[in-house]
Protein backbone atom coordinates (compact mmCIF):
# COMPACT_ATOMS: atom_id res chain seq x y z
CA UNK A 1 0.00 0.00 0.00
CA UNK A 2 1.23 3.55 -1.13
CA UNK A 3 2.23 6.17 1.92
CA UNK A 4 -0.52 8.53 2.03
CA UNK A 5 0.31 12.50 2.88
CA UNK A 6 -2.19 15.12 4.26
CA UNK A 7 -1.50 18.93 3.73
CA UNK A 8 -1.12 20.60 7.31
CA UNK A 9 -0.91 24.24 8.63
CA UNK A 10 0.28 26.58 11.43
CA UNK A 11 -2.18 29.21 10.26
CA UNK A 12 -4.44 29.23 13.98
CA UNK A 13 -0.99 29.75 15.77
CA UNK A 14 0.40 32.46 13.33
CA UNK A 15 -2.76 34.34 13.95
CA UNK A 16 -2.28 33.91 17.81
CA UNK A 17 0.96 35.21 17.73
CA UNK A 18 -0.37 38.22 15.01
CA UNK A 19 -1.97 39.89 17.92
CA UNK A 20 -4.68 37.59 17.70
CA UNK A 21 -5.91 38.28 14.18
CA UNK A 22 -9.35 36.82 13.51
CA UNK A 23 -10.26 34.51 10.59
CA UNK A 24 -12.17 37.69 9.01
CA UNK A 25 -9.71 40.01 9.52
CA UNK A 26 -6.91 37.40 7.61
CA UNK A 27 -9.48 36.50 4.82
CA UNK A 28 -9.97 40.84 4.17
CA UNK A 29 -5.91 40.55 3.58
CA UNK A 30 -6.08 37.42 1.58
CA UNK A 31 -9.26 38.15 -0.68
CA UNK A 32 -11.60 35.13 0.34
CA UNK A 33 -14.06 34.12 2.63
CA UNK A 34 -14.00 33.90 5.85
CA UNK A 35 -15.54 30.49 5.68
CA UNK A 36 -12.42 29.46 3.10
CA UNK A 37 -10.07 30.80 6.12
CA UNK A 38 -11.82 28.06 8.36
CA UNK A 39 -12.27 25.19 6.01
CA UNK A 40 -8.23 25.58 5.35
CA UNK A 41 -7.48 25.95 9.23
CA UNK A 42 -9.23 22.82 9.93
CA UNK A 43 -7.33 21.27 7.04
CA UNK A 44 -10.96 20.34 4.51
CA UNK A 45 -10.33 22.52 1.98
CA UNK A 46 -6.62 22.47 -0.06
CA UNK A 47 -6.34 26.23 -1.21
CA UNK A 48 -4.69 27.07 -4.26
CA UNK A 49 -1.14 27.99 -4.77
CA UNK A 50 -1.57 31.56 -5.15
CA UNK A 51 -3.87 31.48 -1.85
CA UNK A 52 -0.88 29.33 0.15
CA UNK A 53 1.39 32.18 -0.93
CA UNK A 54 -1.02 35.26 -0.12
CA UNK A 55 -1.59 33.39 3.42
CA UNK A 56 2.53 33.26 4.33
CA UNK A 57 3.06 36.73 2.61
CA UNK A 58 0.40 38.45 5.19
CA UNK A 59 2.57 36.27 8.17
CA UNK A 60 5.92 37.27 6.74
CA UNK A 61 6.90 33.73 6.84
CA UNK A 62 8.38 31.26 4.38
CA UNK A 63 5.82 29.20 3.09
CA UNK A 64 7.07 25.69 4.42
CA UNK A 65 6.50 27.27 7.92
CA UNK A 66 2.79 27.69 7.01
CA UNK A 67 2.38 25.11 4.97
CA UNK A 68 3.27 21.22 5.20
CA UNK A 69 3.28 17.65 3.73
CA UNK A 70 2.96 15.20 6.14
CA UNK A 71 2.43 11.54 6.07
CA UNK A 72 -0.01 9.65 7.83
CA UNK A 73 0.35 6.34 7.08
CA UNK A 74 2.81 4.01 5.70
CA UNK B 1 -22.27 31.57 10.42
CA UNK B 2 -22.48 30.21 6.92
CA UNK B 3 -21.38 32.37 3.81
CA UNK B 4 -23.65 33.97 1.70
CA UNK B 5 -23.28 31.83 -1.39
CA UNK B 6 -24.66 28.39 1.32
CA UNK B 7 -27.47 30.39 2.18
CA UNK B 8 -28.47 31.48 -1.28
CA UNK B 9 -28.01 28.18 -2.20
CA UNK B 10 -30.47 27.15 0.31
CA UNK B 11 -33.00 29.59 -1.05
CA UNK B 12 -32.59 28.00 -4.59
CA UNK B 13 -33.23 25.17 -2.95
CA UNK B 14 -36.62 26.20 -1.12
CA UNK B 15 -37.65 27.36 -4.00
CA UNK B 16 -37.67 24.44 -6.26
CA UNK B 17 -39.32 22.28 -3.39
CA UNK B 18 -42.29 25.15 -3.59
CA UNK B 19 -42.58 25.23 -6.76
CA UNK B 20 -42.32 21.28 -6.96
CA UNK B 21 -45.06 21.21 -3.83
CA UNK B 22 -47.52 24.00 -5.30
CA UNK B 23 -47.48 22.60 -9.26
CA UNK B 24 -46.20 19.06 -8.23
CA UNK B 25 -49.53 17.37 -8.62
CA UNK B 26 -50.64 19.70 -11.45
CA UNK B 27 -47.47 18.29 -13.61
CA UNK B 28 -48.14 14.68 -12.74
CA UNK B 29 -51.60 15.24 -13.57
CA UNK B 30 -50.57 16.29 -17.11
CA UNK B 31 -48.11 13.28 -17.37
CA UNK B 32 -50.54 10.96 -16.01
CA UNK B 33 -52.88 11.80 -19.36
CA UNK B 34 -50.49 11.20 -21.56
CA UNK B 35 -51.30 12.06 -25.10
CA UNK B 36 -54.57 13.04 -24.08
CA UNK B 37 -53.40 15.97 -21.90
CA UNK B 38 -54.29 19.62 -23.67
CA UNK B 39 -51.29 21.38 -25.28
CA UNK B 40 -52.74 24.92 -24.12
CA UNK B 41 -53.19 23.83 -20.81
CA UNK B 42 -49.59 22.40 -20.63
CA UNK B 43 -48.41 25.60 -22.23
CA UNK B 44 -50.29 27.68 -19.39
CA UNK B 45 -48.58 25.61 -16.29
CA UNK B 46 -45.03 25.65 -18.17
CA UNK B 47 -45.72 29.86 -18.69
CA UNK B 48 -47.04 29.53 -14.51
CA UNK B 49 -44.14 27.40 -13.45
CA UNK B 50 -41.06 29.08 -15.28
CA UNK B 51 -42.65 32.73 -13.66
CA UNK B 52 -43.25 31.82 -10.46
CA UNK B 53 -39.38 30.36 -10.12
CA UNK B 54 -38.15 33.87 -11.53
CA UNK B 55 -39.79 36.01 -9.23
CA UNK B 56 -39.10 33.82 -6.27
CA UNK B 57 -35.58 33.59 -7.37
CA UNK B 58 -35.28 37.36 -7.71
CA UNK B 59 -37.69 38.79 -5.04
CA UNK B 60 -35.83 35.81 -2.40
CA UNK B 61 -32.42 36.96 -3.48
CA UNK B 62 -33.19 40.67 -3.25
CA UNK B 63 -34.82 40.14 0.27
CA UNK B 64 -31.43 38.17 1.05
CA UNK B 65 -29.11 40.46 -0.28
CA UNK B 66 -30.84 43.86 1.67
CA UNK B 67 -30.08 41.72 5.02
CA UNK B 68 -26.89 40.85 4.17
CA UNK B 69 -25.36 43.93 2.07
CA UNK B 70 -21.90 43.59 3.02
CA UNK B 71 -21.17 39.52 2.61
CA UNK B 72 -23.63 40.09 -0.64
CA UNK B 73 -21.09 42.35 -2.15
CA UNK B 74 -18.12 39.78 -1.85
CA UNK B 75 -16.22 38.27 -5.22
CA UNK B 76 -16.96 34.61 -5.24
CA UNK B 77 -13.90 32.97 -4.09
CA UNK B 78 -11.65 29.96 -5.22
CA UNK B 79 -13.62 27.50 -2.78
CA UNK B 80 -16.99 28.42 -3.61
CA UNK B 81 -15.91 28.18 -7.37
CA UNK B 82 -14.32 25.25 -7.10
CA UNK B 83 -17.83 23.64 -5.87
CA UNK B 84 -19.83 25.55 -7.82
CA UNK B 85 -18.06 23.90 -11.08
CA UNK B 86 -18.21 20.20 -9.36
CA UNK B 87 -21.76 21.05 -8.46
CA UNK B 88 -22.70 22.19 -12.13
CA UNK B 89 -20.90 19.07 -13.33
CA UNK B 90 -23.11 17.06 -11.97
CA UNK B 91 -26.29 19.03 -12.84
CA UNK B 92 -25.02 19.02 -16.50
CA UNK B 93 -24.74 15.23 -16.84
CA UNK B 94 -28.44 14.78 -15.19
CA UNK B 95 -29.85 17.33 -17.24
CA UNK B 96 -27.77 15.56 -20.81
CA UNK B 97 -29.07 12.35 -19.60
CA UNK B 98 -33.03 13.38 -19.01
CA UNK B 99 -32.83 15.83 -22.41
CA UNK B 100 -31.27 12.66 -24.19
CA UNK B 101 -33.34 10.51 -22.85
CA UNK B 102 -36.46 12.36 -23.78
CA UNK B 103 -35.44 12.86 -27.14
CA UNK B 104 -35.09 9.39 -27.67
CA UNK B 105 -38.51 8.70 -25.92
CA UNK B 106 -39.70 11.17 -28.91
CA UNK B 107 -38.13 9.48 -31.61
CA UNK B 108 -39.50 5.86 -30.14
CA UNK B 109 -42.89 7.12 -29.75
CA UNK B 110 -42.76 8.16 -33.99
CA UNK B 111 -41.42 5.50 -35.15
CA UNK B 112 -42.63 2.10 -32.83
CA UNK B 113 -46.23 1.09 -33.21
CA UNK B 114 -46.44 0.10 -29.45
CA UNK B 115 -47.65 3.22 -27.80
CA UNK B 116 -50.66 1.46 -26.94
CA UNK B 117 -48.75 -0.62 -24.33
CA UNK B 118 -46.84 2.49 -23.22
CA UNK B 119 -47.39 3.97 -19.53
CA UNK B 120 -49.28 6.65 -20.31
CA UNK B 121 -46.58 9.22 -18.66
CA UNK B 122 -44.06 8.30 -21.71
CA UNK B 123 -46.48 9.58 -24.31
CA UNK B 124 -46.89 12.81 -22.01
CA UNK B 125 -45.56 16.21 -24.13
CA UNK B 126 -42.38 16.05 -24.34
CA UNK B 127 -41.81 20.03 -22.90
CA UNK B 128 -43.71 18.86 -19.34
CA UNK B 129 -40.84 16.14 -19.61
CA UNK B 130 -37.88 18.83 -20.43
CA UNK B 131 -39.49 20.74 -17.43
CA UNK B 132 -39.51 18.03 -15.19
CA UNK B 133 -35.75 16.79 -16.46
CA UNK B 134 -34.77 20.39 -15.86
CA UNK B 135 -36.58 21.27 -12.29
CA UNK B 136 -34.34 17.41 -11.24
CA UNK B 137 -31.14 18.65 -12.51
CA UNK B 138 -31.55 22.28 -10.81
CA UNK B 139 -32.59 20.21 -7.63
CA UNK B 140 -29.70 18.08 -7.73
CA UNK B 141 -26.86 21.49 -8.58
CA UNK B 142 -28.41 22.63 -5.45
CA UNK B 143 -28.30 20.32 -3.46
CA UNK B 144 -24.89 18.94 -4.48
CA UNK B 145 -23.20 22.20 -3.92
CA UNK B 146 -24.58 22.50 -0.48
CA UNK B 147 -23.65 19.11 0.20
CA UNK B 148 -19.67 20.37 -0.52
CA UNK B 149 -20.65 23.22 2.01
CA UNK B 150 -21.73 21.03 4.50
CA UNK B 151 -19.15 18.42 3.72
CA UNK B 152 -16.20 21.19 5.63
CA UNK B 153 -18.32 22.39 8.14
Request: glycine share 4%; proline share 3%.
Amino acid sequence: MSAQYKITNTIKTLRFFANEMTQQELASKVGVTRQTIMAIEKGKYSPSLEVAFKIALVFGRPFDEVFAYEKITD
Amino acid sequence: MIAFREKSLWVSLLITVVIATIYGDNIYYFLKAGQSADPQAVAALITRVVIAFIVLEVVLHIALAMGEQENANLPEDERERNYRLLANNIGYWVLSIGVIGCVLQQMANSYIEAQASYPAFLSSPIELKLVVVFWVSEAVRFATEIYYYRKES
